[in-house]
């Protein structure tokens, strides 16, 4: 039992939070964006809001082994009083299912591997059938400098529905000292955490991730909706009893769009802020950047402080 909570904690940066004692087992979440008037166009606001429900369950295959299982589930939805042309997604409504599976092998005390396998639904759940299907995967090497320090680099790739996806990665957990450390998967998330007392925590929030939908609405059937946002946002996080936490952010986005486009309109290769090829003609109109508030509920398993291998 000693040893497996040992390899939960270290496997657990790349599905929640990196570098903690602790596992979140189920987290329950909702956002609210809050109205944002369009770039041009139409004089009404944009209204967002979204979910998200998120289980993880890994599994001990051997003494340095374990194999690694998520699925989530989002749910993002923008709305309006704005009457627009039948061929453009009014209001939107996107579904993602990502399971994310894999190997965890640990080689000595400090050094470790990560590979994933990650299928995804991601879709308006509207005559689906084999197009709202995408696959990708994770590869991540990870090694322990010193006590407070660990990092891994490794890569994320996702065939989207706009073109190859690539994203560099930087898996890191530093403990700066007993209160504060910095956490996360760079670039698509990182906490900077200031540990108040045994129950609460605050800090900052980044999160930043390109996601794509197949539509399969008749009216536009086999377009697809490219989302992007960087969400930037305090945090407190408050343990209610035992094993259950409450998170709430608050911050605002930069760079959000939920881009329409027809199904061949692609790219030839993609990384975070960069695009190769994109000759692209958006259909729909964006709107702008706003406040954005997040309200989390999670479930959470203590790891026993004598098989700590990293700091929370």
């Known amino acids: 039992m000693k040893s497996f909570a040992l390899f939960i904690v270290t496997l657990c940066c790349s599905a929640s939070l990196a570098g903690q004692e602790t596992l979140d087992l189920v987290t329950i979440s909702g956002r609210y964006g809050f109205p944002s008037s369009y770039d041009s166009i139409y004089d009404g606001k944009a209204r967002e809001y979204g979910a998200m429900i998120g289980l993880v369950a890994p599994l001990q295959i051997s003494e340095k082994s374990i194999w690694y299982n998520s699925l989530n589930y989002f749910y993002s939805h923008v709305s ?19 399971l994310r599976t894999g190997l965890y092998k640990k080689f ?10 990650s299928p995804r639904i991601m879709s308006d759940f509207q005559n689906i059938d084999g197009t709202h299907f995408q696959y990708g995967g994770m ?4 090694n322990r400098y010193n006590d407070k320090l660990k990092m891994g680099f490794g890569a994320m790739y996702n065939q989207e529905f706009f073109g190859p996806y ?14 504060w450390s910095i956490a996360g998967l760079l670039p698509i998330y990182v906490k900077i955490k200031y540990e108040i007392n045994e129950r609460l925590d605050v800090g900052f929030s980044h999160f930043g991730l390109t996601t794509s939908y197949r539509m399969g609405n008749i009216d536009y059937q086999g377009d697809y909706i490219e989302r992007k946002s960087i969400d930037e946002a305090l945090f407190a996080r408050y343990q209610l009893d035992n094993n259950i936490f409450i998170e709430g952010r608050i911050g605002r986005t930069f760079g959000r769009s939920y881009a329409q486009y ?3 309109q692609k790219v030839d290769f993609s990384l975070p802020l960069i695009s190769f090829g994109d000759n692209r003609v958006q259909k729909n109109v964006s709107f702008h950047d706003g406040w954005i508030a997040n309200l989390r509920l ?15």
């Open 80 to 98: 309006d009083d704005e009457k627009m042309p039948t061929n453009i997604a009014n209001p939107i409504n996107l579904h993602g299912i990502i």
């Open 108 to 117: 000595s005390k400090d050094r470790g591997l990560q590979i994933f396998f």
């Open 139 to 142: 590869i991540l090497y990870e």
């Open 166 to 179: 690539m994203v560099p990665l930087i898996n890191l957990d530093w403990k700066l000292n007993e209160r």
């Open 262 to 264: 027809e199904t061949d």
């Open 298 to 312: 999670i479930y959470n398993i203590p790891i026993p402080v004598t098989e700590k291998v990293t700091n929370k």
